[in-house]
């Protein structure tokens, strides 16, 4: 597991404050890895979920640290989407 998916899974948990998630996505971080948040927090895995999004880890850090809105990322391309948007949507609170 590389280091930009571990402090990424931290950070998750951080903004989860130990509340789950309704539902289960994954984010790929191109050429780092797969986190897996469900409704037991964010871990480092690749499993089928609800929902993928893939972005570079340039851009899933900045979407972390506030730097860029992942609407905006997603219709700029810089973020891909795979699955239910519905459950996407729901990962605004997640991400803020």
């Not at 409704?39 to 609800?50: F, K, L, T, V, Y």
């Amino acid at each position: 597991m590389s280091d930009v998916v571990t402090g990424a899974v931290a950070r998750l948990n951080e903004k989860m404050d130990g509340e789950g998630f309704d539902g289960t996505a994954k984010f790929v971080i191109e050429d780092e890895g797969s986190i897996i948040i469900d409704e037991s927090g964010a871990r480092a895995a690749d499993e089928a979920a609800d929902v993928t999004l893939t972005a570079s880890a340039e851009t899933f850090q900045a979407i972390l640290d506030g730097e860029e809105d992942a609407t905006a990322a997603y219709m700029g391309g810089r973020l891909k989407l795979d699955g239910d948007m519905g459950t996407a949507m729901k990962l605004s609170s997640v991400l803020a």
